[in-house]
């Protein structure tokens, strides 16, 4: 939880120059902007737009290759949002046993109705 000496110096200097970067996490459970305001209030000045969560990156994944198809998410509320906001059909319920793609994220602990 501490962050890395000379990290928020570094990501100004990425920003002053104009080169591309992406901070990424391999956390599900919150939308990226979340994780970009924690590293924000440590003094690391990452923008909304340079961070990836696993959730997200799972979300843009299914939104490309799988448009308009009905997904079946296997996980906390939060990522089944974050994969809602890339414009996927998240199934609920019943509807998600005749989903076509199955997306699992930020799962403490499965259960058999999850699975089945």
Not at 48 to 54: K, N, P, Q, V
Request: charged residues 20%; hydrophobic residues 45%; contains cysteine.
């Amino acid at each position: 939880g501490q962050p890395i000496a000379g990290s928020a110096e570094f990501i100004a200097l990425l920003d002053r120059v104009g080169e591309p970067y992406v901070v990424c996490t391999n956390a599900s459970g919150n939308p990226a902007n979340t994780y970009a305001a924690g590293l924000r209030a440590e003094g690391i000045p990452v923008d909304d737009a340079h961070f990836e969560t696993a959730g997200s990156m799972t979300a843009d994944l299914i939104a490309r290759r799988h448009p308009g198809e009905t997904v079946a998410v296997v996980g906390s509320l939060a990522f089944a949002d974050t994969v809602r906001s890339y414009g996927v059909d998240v199934a609920v319920g019943e509807r998600a046993r005749s989903a076509s793609v199955v997306a699992v994220g930020d799962v403490v602990e499965f259960r058999t109705a999850d699975l089945d």
